[in-house]
């Protein structure tokens, strides 16, 4: 497994580092701290996971995630000293898959980076779904409907997946919590509502408006 952390302090890529490879011996990471240079290794490395921080000192991390989504749907898991709910907000709107402060629990943070690529993974194996005009591809986290396609990150392919197999169901936060990072962080409802707005603007996108209904109290739910 190959793993890219964009950081610029040398003592939370120290961390980071030795977290993972305690849990992945054989990985191979690559570090940087510029947001430039990061962006030329997400698309050289072709990294199965990235680790991102904010406050680079030569551009925003927000604008490295922007453009590296503009061409991959590699997990990205911002890990900032950042905290403010607009921040948190903007990262995932973006399309990060996981938004974690520092200073952070090491076992936590490891969990979180595990259920990530479990998920991915789980989601990549998962069988093609289709209903009338709407074709999901689990494996590429890709929409299609009337001949029109969008790509997914890896959270919203989860989401998206979740509630396919559940159609006409409506599936609660915490269900989704669970299909997506393996557990129900604190601040999951206010991270699921992000990612949900993000997911129903991409489907909006190829004409699927009001594909996904919300059940006041209950969960969301696609329509039969």
């Not at 194996?125 to 409907?145: E, K, L, M, N, W």
């Not at 299909?179 to 190829?206: F, T, Y």
């Amino acid at each position: 497994m190959k793993i890219l952390i964009v950081e610029d302090d040398s003592a939370i890529v120290e961390l980071v580092s030795l977290c993972l490879r305690v849990s992945w011996p054989d990985s191979r990471i690559v570090f940087t701290g510029l947001a430039q240079e990061g962006i030329e290794l997400a698309d050289k490395e072709n990294p199965d996971l990235i680790i991102l921080d904010l406050g680079l000192p030569d551009r925003s991390g927000l604008e490295l995630l922007k453009e590296v989504r503009t061409h991959s749907n590699v997990p990205v898991i911002i890990l900032t000293v950042r905290d403010e709910e607009s921040d948190v907000v903007r990262g995932l709107e973006l399309g990060a898959d996981d938004y974690i402060t520092k200073p952070f629990r090491q076992m936590e943070f490891v969990s979180r980076a595990k259920a990530l690529l479990r998920r991915q993974r789980a989601s990549d194996s998962g069988s093609p779904i289709s209903i009338g005009q709407f074709h999901f591809s689990a494996s590429r986290r890709q929409v299609t409907c009337d001949g029109q396609s969008v790509k997914l990150t890896t959270t919203e392919g989860k989401m998206l997946y979740c509630l396919a197999q559940n159609m006409g169901k409506p599936v609660s936060h915490n269900d989704l919590s669970m299909s997506i990072w393996g557990e129900v962080p604190a601040d999951a409802a206010n991270s699921i509502r992000v990612h949900m707005r993000n997911l129903r603007q991409k489907l909006g996108d190829i004409g699927m408006q009001g594909a996904i209904m919300t059940k006041s109290g209950t969960g969301y739910f696609i329509k039969k």
